[in-house]
């Protein structure tokens, strides 16, 4: 791999690292609202199935074994 290619691989990994902070910045803005808000149980379920769909976050088992 020559200099140039290297230096362009580089750049799309920052161009990936960038949009991937901006996403989670949005997430945690969209969270912070829903608290500040008091946003009904609903919105606060979406939210985390959002999250849950993104492989962010893996909902814990309840205690008798079900989901």
């Not at 791999?1 to 803005?29: P, S, T, V």
């Not at 985390?48 to 205690?63: H, S």
């Amino acid at each position: 791999m020559n200099k140039e290619e290297e230096i362009m691989e580089l750049k799309e990994i920052i161009a990936g690292a960038k949009a991937k902070e901006e996403l989670l910045l949005d997430y945690i803005d969209n969270i912070a609202s829903i608290i500040y808000y008091q946003m009904s149980c609903k919105e606060q379920d979406l939210w985390v199935d959002d999250v849950v769909a993104m492989g962010w976050y893996e909902k814990p088992e309840e205690e008798d074994g079900s989901e």
